[in-house]
């Protein structure tokens, strides 16, 4: 992996949250002391935490912060024992609760395989990287983290590989082509979501460059996936949830509605879809150029198309 995706991975895991829920003090109170790069006070806040109140999710989350912190920091073998600690601490945890009841674990376990697995890379050793990724996969596959594993796999492992098949067995727009079949083409996969501001935001980029190179055969295939609820986290059944997209699709992607629109959690999945928007640029023989959780400029993808027209 590169050393300018890892700098900004490294960047994403301090500025960007998997999941939006109020923050108990400790973690406000660490990821302070983080921002201020005053990790003995954040060490201190955890320490003084947990011998008030013991190890709960709470704490152990906080602990992740300091992981991510000093990964970011260029503190390798801080960030290395943080995330052993982390990770011992939440498998402990899980025990007696489950990755799908609580935050705290989902965001503190996921954070310590991520960050463990980055220290590595960013050590030179990215076969181990990959090979721990793999394993923790496999144990947590379908888990409420399986989607962030993906993600930090493929960013060591996706590029120059043929992208993917993708599962069209529902869609929104036109019916969705098989990856093989648009050989010739460079192809975008724009990874959105119904709820997703970044994604509204990302989207007029992605329609200014599909109408400037279509003609230079730029094709954009859009997948994106149910949740489980519509406005403002309200739940909804399937068939509700899928008009909700449809009206947001017509609402703020409007191009969309002649593109291709799959609609699959698998897909997600597949690509490590943990945050919203997610990009893959696929050139003209079906190999992985790009892939890029989180926005691009427009200066930035249109440059990565570029390479590849």
Known sequence: MRRISLALVAVAL???????????????????????????????????????????????????WLARGTFAAGLLDQAAQYSVDTYELAVAAL??????DDVHLRTALGAAIETDALVRAARGDRSSAVYFLERELETYRDSPIHKRLQKNLNLLTLEGRPAPALDAREYLGPPVPALDRLKGN???????????????????????????????????????????????????????????????????????????????????????????????????????RLYRPGRMTEEELEAAIRKLL
């Open 14 to 64: 301090l500025v960007a949250g998997m999941t939006v829920v109020a923050q108990s003090d400790i973690v406000a109170d660490v990821r302070a002391a983080i921002a201020a790069k005053d990790f003995a006070r954040g060490q201190a806040v955890v320490d003084d935490y947990r011998s008030a109140r013991g190890a709960t999710p709470e704490m152990i989350e906080a602990l992740s």
């Open 186 to 288: 460079v192809v975008l996969l724009f990874f959105w979501a119904h709820w997703c501001p970044d994604c509204k935001a990302q989207g007029p980029i992605i329609e200014r460059l599909l109408a400037k190179y279509r003609l230079q055969r730029l094709r954009v295939v859009a997948p994106t996936q149910r949740f489980g609820y519509i406005v403002s986290g309200q739940d909804a059944p399937p068939d509700a949830e899928l008009r909700h997209i449809v009206s947001v699709r017509d609402e703020y992607y409007g191009f969309l509605r002649n593109e291709p629109v799959p609609v699959s959690d698998a897909n997600h999945k597949r690509y490590g879809v943990s945050s919203t928007p997610t990009l893959a640029l696929v050139d003209r023989q079906g190999i992985v």
């Open 95 to 100: 025990r007696t609760r489950r990755l799908e």
